[in-house]
């Protein structure tokens, strides 16, 4: 996977040290392979080209100006220099529209008005400064959003609103300036100001229709044909930052409860626009932010207006992203609201079944005893079991890995008119396709509808195409250009978007289809830029992992996208040599050095390193060797878990509970299964750990530590507990399946 010859060999703090010993040398004891009188001669080209090449005096006064500026000239006499000589461009006939479309002052302009607000010696307002660039054509969005953010932070939202109205003439007049430029969206920023300016407003009640006026927003009904090219709209997830970022402390309490009225107002105004963010969102601080100003709302709302919809997808988002205590907190949120309405409880308990199935557990068994409480307790007593339930059952047994437990449901608990309907049926083939992994496309073809309308089944008949023997890029592009892409199928059905899952199956697909692998390119063959949103593209790299055949394809994709460094990144490639067949253990661990080594290479000689991404790093080897331990039945791996450990501790003395939960069951596990016996080493390492655990706020699995006790271990008292009832020593579990009967 990496050529680890050199790199392990010599540390890169060395080869830095030789290069900076090169860099001071004396260039004439080096030799060049081409003649210097031709670089001379080059050079002197050269030079001759850039002489005749005129620089504009827009940007010859910009670069004057900003010497001054780095000089620390006096801001006030700068600022008459520059007033003076805009003046002389307008005495000598230099044409408004040439000052309008320029863009060589932007970087001083934004400069001079920073520093009129930071400068002691400065005795210019910087709304001056800003009145005197729009009278004379040269102001840019990110000036506005200067002087905004200047005036917002000094408790003057009347004058934010104010500059709103300058500005929104500014973009009447010019609308290509709203445009993002080089990651920055200045427009959208300045929307989200005068958002935040309106909430802070005295004696405000937010209204949506106020502020959509206030801001132009185009009304989705409108079909007068008046569209502009900018957009207007709030951008609700920059709103919450600018507050805390921009907001008076003392302020921020007010503007942060009056957008959560503002919140809910625009998701019921909004219909489907939550949920289509929660669909295509996979930040996790956006989608928490989302949730607690949609659950501040508790008391402020009457609890008709809560949609149980939003809240199971808001607990289904936080599965996905791998949250899944979250999604049991939201459902205690609201299980009160909606405990007398059995159609929406009923949502919320569906959803339940999933979140329950991906709660950490020793064991698949485990796993399906949560489902079964859930089940039994909450769904099926009802009378009447719909499709969603149904369908959610399914994909909480897939996820849980019970393919036997799908299969008896299936065939004895489904009744044969919910069988027939389509949603149900692909719910239950997606499952078994994922689980079943000797099932054939062949063998499944005969059971699915004509036109598929689950996107995960889609996914999954799209990998089985590739998993086939006779495998050819023409039959996959003909299911994949059926289903996604814009316009409609041949049955009216509107195509869908690939979702992140669909983009790494496509890119599986190329590659294997790819006669030259080594130069491949996989970013190209699906068109996804990592830097536009890295939290999708990383999910796309996830996706590709879990539905790699095998280490090789993984490895290709390392290659590719190693740079630029990321930990979360090179987590999901560490976590993979421990997941993936024929993965290995040392490349995870060199993965592990090499984005040490190269995250400590600066000019400066400091370490670029922060303590959260080493711990992420860290985390993942400490957890993948002790699935790998488990996998072998073998101790042969507790020193490793040990070293890594003992580094994260190093790094950050608090260690989460799900690492320490998977260290403790994997000793016990071992200790119970494991033919070989403990050396004197291994004990003093668990030993030592559960010492660690003791000082630790959290409850440990007591089927753990008897398990331990029983090994010969000495187990802090303080760990043990008073004997539980059997049923409550199965698992150490965040659902209580107590009295409840275990059988679907």
């Known amino acids: 996977m990496l050529n680890r010859t050199g790199l392990l060999k010599n540390s890169l703090r060395q080869f830095s040290t030789s290069i900076r010993s090169l860099q001071t040398a004396n260039g004439s004891t080096l030799t060049f392979n081409y003649n210097q009188n031709d670089l001379a001669e080059e050079n002197k080209n050269q030079n001759k080209q850039e002489q005749k090449r005129p620089i504009h005096p827009l940007s010859e006064l910009g670069d004057r100006l900003n010497q001054e500026l780095k000089d620390q000239k006096d801001i006030n006499d700068v600022y008459t220099d520059f007033k003076d000589s805009i003046m002389k461009f307008k005495k000598s006939n230099y044409a408004e529209s040439r000052l309008q479309k320029s863009f060589g002052l932007n970087g001083l302009i934004s400069r001079l008005i920073q520093t009129s607000i930071t400068s002691k010696n400065s005795n210019i307002d910087p709304y001056e400064i800003l009145t005197n660039v729009c009278d004379s054509h040269l102001a840019r969005p990110q000036h506005f959003e200067i002087v905004m953010e200047y005036f917002l932070s000094h408790k003057l939202p009347q004058d934010v609103m104010s500059l709103w109205i300058k500005y929104l003439s500014l973009i009447t007049e010019n609308p290509d300036l709203t445009m993002a430029f080089r990651g920055r969206d200045p427009h959208k920023n300045i929307v989200a100001l005068t958002t935040v300016a309106y909430l802070l407003l005295p004696n405000n009640d937010p209204d949506m229709t106020v502020l959509n006026q206030i801001l132009q927003v185009k009304d989705v009904d409108d079909v007068t044909g008046n569209v502009t090219t900018f957009d207007n709209t709030i951008p609700i997830n920059l709103i919450t930052p600018t507050i805390l970022q921009r907001v008076n402390k003392k302020d921020q309490s007010v503007a942060l409860k009056n957008f959560e009225k503002l919140f809910i107002k625009y998701v019921s105004n909004n219909v489907g626009w939550l949920n289509k963010e929660l669909d295509n969102s996979f930040d996790l601080r956006i989608i928490q932010n989302y949730y607690n100003l949609y659950k501040n709302n508790i008391d402020n709302i009457d609890n008709s207006e809560f949609n149980p919809d939003i809240l199971a997808n808001f607990m289904n988002t936080f599965v996905t992203l791998k949250r899944p205590n979250q999604a049991v907190k939201c459902y205690n949120d609201f299980k009160p609201i909606f405990k007398d309405d059995l159609e929406k409880i009923t949502k919320l308990n569906n959803a339940l079944l999933i979140t329950v199935a991906e709660l950490p557990a020793n064991s698949k068994v485990y796993k399906l005893t949560r489902i079964q409480a859930i089940w039994n307790s909450l769904i099926k007593n009802n009378e009447s079991i719909d499709a969603g339930s149904y369908i959610s059952l399914f994909k909480a047994l897939f996820l849980s890995k019970n393919l036997e437990e799908l299969e008896i449901v299936w065939e004895e608990e489904v009744p044969e008119v919910m069988k027939k309907e389509q949603d149900v049926l692909e719910a239950y083939l997606d499952s078994v396709l994922r689980l079943k992994n000797s099932v054939t496309l062949q063998e499944i073809e005969q059971k699915l509808p004509q036109d598929l309308k689950n996107i995960n089944l889609i996914n999954s008949v799209l990998l089985k195409n590739i998993q086939s023997p006779d495998f050819k890029m023409d039959s996959f592009d003909g299911i994949y250009d059926k289903y996604f892409g814009i316009g409609k199928m041949s049955n009216g059905m509107s195509k869908q978007l690939p979702n992140t899952e669909t983009l790494a199956i496509k890119m599986l697909a190329s590659y294997t289809a790819s006669n030259d692998k080594t130069s491949f390119n996989f970013i190209k063959s699906i068109n996804i830029d990592q830097r536009s949103d890295f939290n999708r593209f990383l999910k796309v790299v996830e996706d590709f992992i879990n539905v790699s055949p095998n280490i090789t394809p993984v490895r290709a994709l390392f290659t590719e996208i190693q740079q630029p460094l990321n930990s979360r990144k090179y987590k999901l490639f560490i976590t993979a040599e421990f997941m993936k067949k024929e993965g290995s253990s040392t490349e995870a661990e060199a993965l592990l050095r090499y984005y040490l080594d190269k995250a400590e290479i600066k000019t400066d000689g400091k ?53 320490l939960v998977t260290i403790l069951h994997t000793y016990a596990m071992l200790c119970r299964y494991s033919k070989q016996k403990l050396n004197p080493n291994e004990i003093t390492i668990i030993q030592s750990f559960l010492g660690d655990l003791q000082k630790q706020n959290f409850h440990v699995n007591q089927a753990d530590i008897r398990i331990l006790t029983s090994a010969g271990l000495k187990v802090p008292e303080t760990l043990i507990k008073s004997k539980p009832s059997k049923k409550n020593s199965e698992e150490n579990d965040t659902t209580s399946n107590e009295g409840i009967k275990s059988d679907l």
Not at 634 to 658: A, D, L, T
Request: a positive charge; one cysteine or more.
């Open 607 to 659: 370490s670029s390193l922060k303590a959260q991404f080493i711990r992420e790093l860290l985390d993942s080897l400490t957890i993948g060797f002790c699935q790998l331990s488990l996998r072998k039945k073998s101790f042969q791996f507790v020193s490793k878990i040990n070293e890594y450990y003992r580094s994260m501790k190093e790094v950050n003395p608090s260690i989460g509970n799900s690492t």
